[in-house]
T-cell receptor
Framework: KNEVEQSPQNLTAQEGEFITINCSYSVGISALHWLQQHPGGGIVSLFMLSSGKKKHGRLIATINIQEKHSSLHITASHPRDSAVYICAVRWRDTGNQFYFGTGTSLTVIP | NAGVTQTPKFRVLKTGQSMTLLCAQDMNHEYMYWYRQDPGMGLRLIHYSVGEGTTAKGEVPDGYNVSRLKKQNFLLGLESAAPSQTSVYFC?????????FGSGTQLSVL
């Protein structure tokens, strides 16, 4: 069964800390997405990766295709970064469907 | 440009009742998706559509029907609601590998 696994499930950090959230997947993918779900429930897309690394502000996403692993890093974390971060993949053999990890719940304490 | 709009935001149904959730997008996207989100699980695909007039089953389609009569609208129907369909439902659209989500519908079936 194709799987997407995220770690850790829950993460608490002090404001200013460097944060890493991990995503591993089981088979070849066409694309990997990082999403952010705010406490109110809304979901926004942060990054789409098929190789390498992307950066947007304090957020950095990397992917290692050979190791089937992606990381989302947050530098200089802030309480407003508190949210659930979700990894989603589009498997190479399932076309337009996405499969989602269970999410990492991040709390940043002032 | 409103993005992806879901209605209603909240609904309580009795077992056996029917209802329709509406998803509307004004971005002219071809791909649209219906997901459900349950505690401890990743978003799971119910049905999806790759264009006007086409629909396909996702991971958990049983008990749901969909229609895409107009490109901008993707309807999710529950013909006879069951308590197992209590969940938060998200609609999404996709263009150029970027996902756009609606704000979600919290459905309770008593």
């Amino acid at each position: 069964k194709n799987e997407v696994e995220q770690s850790p499930q829950n993460l608490t950090a002090q404001e200013g800390e460097f944060i890493t959230i991990n995503c591993s997947y089981s088979v070849g993918i066409s694309a990997l997405h990082w999403l952010q779900q705010h406490p109110g429930g809304g979901i926004v897309s942060l990054f789409m990766l098929s190789s390498g690394k992307k950066k947007h502000g304090r957020l950095i996403a990397t992917i290692n295709i050979q190791e089937k692993h992606s990381s989302l890093h947050i530098t200089a974390s802030h309480p407003r970064d508190s949210a659930v971060y979700i990894c989603a993949v589009r498997w190479r053999d399932t076309g337009n469907q996405f499969y989602f990890g269970t999410g990492t719940s991040l709390t940043v304490i002032p | 440009n409103a993005g992806v709009t879901q209605t209603p935001k909240f609904r309580v149904l009795k077992t056996g009742q029917s209802m329709t959730l509406l998803c509307a997008q004004d971005m002219n996207h071809e791909y649209m998706y219906w997901y459900r989100q349950d505690p401890g699980m990743g978003l799971r695909l119910i049905h999806y559509s790759v264009g006007e007039g086409t629909t396909a089953k996702g991971e958990v389609p049983d008990g749901y029907n969909v229609s895409r009569l107009k490109k901008q609208n993707f309807l999710l129907g529950l013909e006879s609601a069951a308590p197992s369909q209590t969940s938060v439902y998200f609609c999404a659209s996709k263009k150029n590998e970027k996902l756009f989500f609606g704000s979600g519908t919290q459905l309770s079936v008593l």
